[in-house]
């Protein structure tokens, strides 16, 4: 029997349409079916590519007794929280105050009123480590419902009085200062791995958005020290297992300090930051490995992620088959020795096994090694590098594929539209600007479609059913204004406007507050509200760093002042935890800086237009265009005029503004270039 799973547009749900468990989406008409019969909600929450989600799915939900047991005492609801974050987050944040920790799959048991009662992530068929089985969990909780309704609403009442008393402390008045910023530097400074580089210890997660923070701090400061951490990070990350050595891209993490392990999935969003991270970072110091990883993750995305819509699947999956036809994690990746001959002969195997750190007890499992460059190899032969990653790439193209989850997000294909604008302009690659303008042409015609209201997902071009949260506004104007200063198109920067005219009417609340959720948005047990960088920018600060920027092309007194109220919190969480507010910092830099306004009155692409994408200054904004109708496109261009007939650059900030220039290299000193 196929559930109701069937009709969704989710990859995730589409796993799980055939369990034998009855499963619902997340919706009114599931609740009310547990009022009508009496019995509580199983929320089971997960994604695509999230692997404890397929070993719960395999061990449980494709069992028939277990879809049995849970069929006849509960209404199980499925969540993609891709699709759905602020499920997710609501409910993670009670597990997490509950427990003490969090992650998927998240099991949630709550009332029909989705009052949460009791929690847990993954739960295994038969009881181990302390952990008891799900069977006995299930069984455990319907004799609780049974037999103690009244404990269990007064711990479910608990639970929700909790969650409504956490309101945010939101930094009070003011933006960060630079004694905000100092103490954030200092904070990371001491959090920071100088063996290895990245923050913290075991897994590690790539920082992109503490890197943009350091270099953008870098240019406004010349702090050394954060240039440092930045490069020899992305260095570290350059070198190691996360970066796919063969086919250019990030894993999701680090399962050890060193890199060298990842857990396979690949994620757009990392992908995305990534990739700008590193063309920022070549921008500041001329990186040629900097250059080759921007370039190698921004083709990676394009060939691996892209959707024949034009816009960028969510994830690859972790796990694939191997040689025996099993699933296992990693296996599209890594190598033994043995395979290394099969491809290359014995010499160029026993080069390729001494460039890419594959040894014969191996790095990974069953022997195997995941490739990394442990760079003890002396001078190499280039031409040789590129023939052997060459073969070993059409080899591991024969492998069974990892499965991709190919639901659009909108927040991340944001993410990705400013990534491949950006490292297009500076790599001068215009079919990957192409790339970035299909994909924002997909989310005007598919995201805003009819509606004039962001939709967070689609599939196969086809809109999903769920609203866009604040992630989604800010993360999406990001990249159209991206896109308007590397293509010179104003209605991208409209565009951006009216996202951001959104955010200002349906997402702010009092002391420049910001909220996941629309004021018209379904109404869950309590309003999300998370300020924090994590995985990506935060919906908070995605906002406020567009909000900042749209401020800077158009003088609107209404957007910087949503900009500022909104980095109180930065003021507030930037000193005590800056590895978790990480864009926060950069778009505090952005501020302190200005930041400056660029208005090229001269040719898209021309020198002094590609001088000023290049320019170092933080969060700097560029206009560019040339002609009568320029000014309508760009309010920065209304008023400048070529100079004696010569395409001309003008700088301000702080309402202040320098002479113009039609020298390329003072307006690169202008703008710390």
Same mark, same amino acid.
């Given at each position: ?66 879809? +049995? ?298 022997? +195997? ?262 000014? +309508? ?34 307006? +690169? ?5």
């Amino acid at each position: 029997m196929a559930n109701r799973l069937a009709q969704t547009t989710s990859p995730y749900l589409l796993q799980h349409a055939d369990n034998p468990v009855d499963w619902w989406p997340w919706s009114p008409e599931a609740f009310e079916e547990a009022r009508k019969r009496d019995v509580p909600v199983l929320l089971s929450v997960g994604y695509a590519s999230c692997h404890w989600c397929h070993v719960m799915a395999h061990e449980s939900f494709e069992d028939d007794d277990t879809a +049995a047991y849970l069929n006849a005492h509960f209404v199980p609801v499925k969540v993609d929280r891709e699709e759905r974050p602020d499920v997710d987050a609501v409910y993670m944040e009670a597990v997490q105050a509950a427990t003490g920790h969090g992650g998927w799959p998240m099991t949630v048991f709550l009332t029909p009123d989705a009052e949460p009662f009791y929690f847990g992530t993954y739960f295994p068929p038969e009881p181990r480590h302390g952990s008891p089985s799900f069977q006995q969990v299930l069984e455990g909780v319907t004799t609780a419902w049974t037999d103690r309704r009244e404990e269990v609403a007064e711990v479910a009442g608990r639970i929700v009085a909790d969650l409504a008393g956490r309101s945010l402390v939101h930094g009070g008045d003011g933006v960060p200062g630079e004694s905000e910023v100092a103490q954030a530097l200092l904070g990371l400074t001491r959090e920071y791995d100088e063996q290895h580089g990245g923050f913290g210890g075991a897994p590690k997660f790539p920082p992109a958005m503490a890197v943009e923070f350091l270099l953008r701090h870098y240019a406004r400061t010349g702090a050394e020290g954060a240039l440092q951490m930045a490069a020899d990070t992305c260095a570290a990350m350059g070198r190691g297992g996360i970066y796919d050595q063969l086919g250019g891209g990030f894993a999701r993490y680090s399962v050890d300090r060193e890199w060298i392990v990842p857990h396979f999935e690949k994620m757009l969003y990392d992908n995305a930051l990534l990739c700008r991270v590193y063309a920022h970072l070549w921008r500041a110091t001329g990186s040629d490995e900097a250059r080759r990883i921007a370039l190698e993750t921004a083709d990676f995305m394009v060939r691996e992620l892209r959707t024949a819509e034009g816009g960028f699947a969510s994830a690859l999956d972790a796990d694939s088959e191997d040689a025996e036809g099993r699933h296992v994690e990693g296996a599209f990746y890594v190598w033994t020795p043995e395979q290394l001959r099969e491809v290359l002969g014995e010499d160029d195997a026993a080069f390729a096994a001494a460039y890419f750190g594959v040894t014969e007890e191996g790095t990974f499992e069953e022997g +195997a090694s995941v490739l990394r460059l442990p760079g003890d190899t002396g001078p190499v032969d280039a031409a040789r590098v590129a023939g052997v990653r060459a073969r070993l790439l059409a080899a591991r193209d024969e492998r069974p594929h990892p499965g991709r989850d190919d639901k659009v997000v909108a927040a991340w294909n944001g993410l990705a539209i400013a990534a491949l604008a950006e490292t297009g302009a500076y790599f001068d690659r215009p079919d990957l600007v192409e790339r970035a303008t299909e994909a924002a042409d997909l989310l005007v015609r598919v995201h805003l479609g009819e509606v004039a209201r962001l939709t967070r997902t689609s599939k196969d071009g086809r809109a999903g059913d769920n609203a866009g949260v604040l992630e989604d506004y800010g993360d999406v104007a990001e990249g159209f204004l991206a896109l308007a200063a590397v293509t010179g198109e104003g209605a991208w920067l409209e565009f951006a406007g009216f996202l951001l005219d959104i955010v200002l009417e349906q997402f702010t609340g009092e002391g420049g507050q910001l909220y996941d959720t629309a004021h018209d948005a379904e109404q869950l047990i309590r309003r999300p509200q998370d300020p924090t960088d994590s995985a990506t920018p935060s919906g908070w600060t995605a906002a406020a760093g567009a909000l900042l920027s749209y401020a800077a092309y158009t003088g609107s007194e209404a957007h910087r002042t949503a900009a500022e109220g909104a980095l109180g919190v930065v003021k507030a969480l930037g000193p005590r935890v800056p590895r978790f507010v990480g864009w926060g910092l950069a778009v505090a830099e952005a501020l302190l800086d200005g930041p400056r306004e660029v208005a090229v009155a001269g040719p898209i692409g021309g020198e002094l237009h590609r001088t000023a994408l290049l320019g170092r200054a933080p969060g700097a904004v560029v206009a560019a265009g040339e002609g009568a109708g320029a000014g +309508a496109e760009f309010p920065l261009l209304v008023d400048r005029p070529l100079m004696g007939g010569e395409p001309t650059a003008y700088v301000c900030r702080h309402f202040v503004c320098d002479a113009p220039t039609t020298d390329a290299g003072e307006l +690169a000193g202008k703008l710390g270039g």
